[in-house]
């Protein structure tokens, strides 16, 4: 034994101030499931959202007038004025306006969907092709194919997998009588706009 334990000098924490620690420790994670974590942090789904322009990435309002038929944009969605924040892949939109021959030419909000990029499969990015004989989401990780109509999976893993993780998310849209495009209010749930990364009813 040491001269300084033999004189009885302080060794940090007593083996009384460990037991108690310990102890309150225990207690704390036996009541951890019954606190409503949820009640502390944000939370999309009861956030007031409002109706916001559908902001295109060189900082203009996507206009029905004069986007092109059978184009697509990266929006993003819900933005939050933050460089880094507005980068993540969950606030990350496909604005396609749909090919002629699927209804793209009329001047209506109907001729546009709004997407979600973030595959259903294993979170990619996928990415619109408006070539002949494609016209269709397509992500490059599995090779997951979308329907530019619904947001329904048609080809690859995330076709296989059980509604409503086999649809896309989905953004509705307005516009005013100047033809400028607004997102309007979405409602996060399975049966409304979807969820991100996890899908929607179609």
């Not at 909000?109 to 996928?126: I, Q, Y």
């Not at 509705?172 to 979807?194: R, T």
Request: with cysteine.
């Amino acid at each position: 034994m040491s001269e300084e334990a033999r004189a009885g000098a302080p060794s940090g924490l007593s083996r009384r101030d460990f037991l108690k620690l310990m102890g309150a420790a225990g207690t704390g994670l036996a009541f951890a499931p019954f606190v409503p974590w949820g009640q502390f942090l944000p939370n999309p789904s009861s956030a007031s959202l409002e109706r916001v322009p559908a902001e295109l990435p060189d900082g203009s309002q996507a206009n029905m007038r004069t986007f092109p038929v059978n184009h697509s944009e990266v929006i993003t969605y819900p933005r939050t004025g933050d460089r880094v924040l507005d980068e993540e892949a969950f606030r990350k939109w496909q604005l396609i306006r749909l090919p002629e021959e699927l209804g793209g030419a009329a001047e209506s909000p109907e001729s546009f969907r709004v997407f979600s990029m973030v595959c259903l499969h294993l979170w990619c990015l996928w990415k619109y092709w408006p070539d002949a004989g494609r016209r269709r989401g397509e992500c490059p990780c599995h090779g997951s194919m979308y329907d530019a109509r619904t947001g329904t999976s048609f080809a690859g893993p995330a076709s296989l997998q059980a509604p409503p993780s086999d649809t896309l998310p989905k953004l509705d849209l307005e516009a005013s009588d100047d033809g400028l495009l607004w997102i309007k209010p979405p409602v996060w749930g399975v049966n409304d706009n979807g969820v991100v990364g996890y899908g929607r009813f179609v």
